[in-house]
């Protein structure tokens, strides 16, 4: 089956500092989605991304669509204590499953 | 306005019981999704299920889990004769329609933690 490899698993920043991770896939991907999930809870959904090559924002989030359409990476700039939590990348192809990166989890020190 | 309402929120079942989640999708959704998340890793999907149909279950265990969507009522994953790995977050997410764009309409609740002792 389809799989993503997410990467890093963990990052321990400082607040303030700049977040990149990325997704990579040997498959396809239609849709790209970025989602945040906080304990306890479900995933949030932060960024959706649509046509190759799409580099889309929301607040100090930032998404891009890899050019193959087998990647996106999500960048978060100058981090505050709330950014904590686990982001997952979600990869659509036809129908409405998604596939899940398995999470990066982010720590940010105040 | 109330999101994906699943319960309960924490299950707690002997080997060998039986499980039921429930999950009641955002009003005015008619699509829902299971997915299982095991410690420290992704969401896996399960299954999918429009109003008193399964259209895909791909996701699911070959034994012991079933699921349903009647038509009144909320969709139930059920579980039997649960074994400990069966221990993880079941999340069910809702959307409106097939294909549902852009995916803001693929919602997820809040999930059950099941632990099999």
């Known amino acids: 089956g389809q799989q993503l490899n997410q990467s890093p698993q963990s990052m321990f920043i400082q607040e303030g500092e700049d977040v990149s991770m990325n997704c990579t896939s040997s498959s396809i991907f239609n849709t790209w989605l970025w989602y945040k999930q906080e304990p306890g809870e479900g995933p949030v959904l932060l960024i959706a991304?649509?046509?190759?090559?799409e580099l889309t924002s929301n607040g100090r989030l930032t998404a891009q669509f890899g050019i193959t359409r087998k990647d996106s990476f999500l960048n978060i700039s100058a981090s505050i204590p709330s950014d904590v939590g686990i982001y997952f990348c979600a990869g659509q192809t036809s129908g409405s499953r998604l596939t899940f990166g398995e999470g990066t989890q982010l720590t940010v020190n105040p | 306005n109330a999101g994906v309402m699943q319960n309960p929120r924490h299950l707690v079942r002997r080997r060998g019981q039986e499980a039921r989640l429930r999950c009641s999708p955002m009003k005015g959704h008619s699509h829902v999704y299971w997915y299982r998340q095991l410690p420290e890793e992704g969401l896996k999907f399960m299954v999918y299920l429009q109003k008193e149909n399964i259209i895909d279950e791909s996701g699911m265990p070959k034994e012991r889990f079933s699921a349903e969507f009647p038509k009144e009522g909320p969709s139930i994953l059920r579980i039997q004769q649960v074994v400990r790995g069966d221990s993880a977050a079941y999340f069910c997410?809702?959307?409106?329609?097939?294909?549902?764009?852009?995916?803001?309409?693929?919602?997820f609740g809040s999930g059950t933690r099941l632990t099999v002792v």
């Open positions: 991304l649509y046509k190759a090559g």
């Open positions: 997410a809702s959307s409106p329609l097939v294909d549902s764009s852009p995916p803001d309409g693929y919602t």
